[in-house]
Nanobody, 126 residues
Framework: QVQLVESGGGSVQSGGSLRLSCAAS????????MGWFRQAPGKEREAVAC???????RYADSVKGRFTISQDNAKNTLYLQMNDLKPEDTAEYYC????????????????????WGQGTQVTVSS
């Protein structure tokens, strides 16, 4: 099993920045790729970004150029640096980890992820 714990959420004004962290523990050797997802009230969950170490990084069009996903392998931690935040970025943000070994390009589909964190709230005011 893998446990994921997010942190770093909060409230900022439009144009501000936040950095989310996701600490992984447990059987982390089984993690093949990781991602960030978000869900706003009344909306479906959507992918934000994903990362497969040394092979691929992908972003949703809505965050390209503003968000950066990265990983510190030594700390088993995934990050999401969010700059130039907009009110439409307001959502609960979730970290996820996948274990499919055949994946070369990290997936942006939530169905591809086996493990999920509890979420951290990001609120951006105009």
């Amino acid at each position: 099993q893998v446990q994921l714990v997010e942190s770093g959420g909060g409230s900022v004004q439009s144009g501000g920045s936040l950095r989310l962290s996701c600490a992984a523990s447990g059987y982390t050797n089984s993690i093949m790729y990781m991602g960030w997802f978000r869900q706003a009230p009344g909306k479906e969950r959507e992918a934000v970004a994903c990362f497969k170490n040394g092979e691929s990084t992908r972003y949703a069009d809505s965050v390209k150029g503003r968000f950066t996903i990265s990983q510190d392998n030594a700390k088993n931690t995934l990050y999401l640096q969010m700059n130039d935040l907009k009110p439409e970025d307001t959502a609960e943000y979730y970290c996820a980890a996948g274990r499919w070994t055949f994946v070369r390009i990290c997936p942006l589909s939530g169905n591809s992820y086996a493990y999920w964190g509890q979420g951290t709230q990001v609120t951006v005011s105009s």
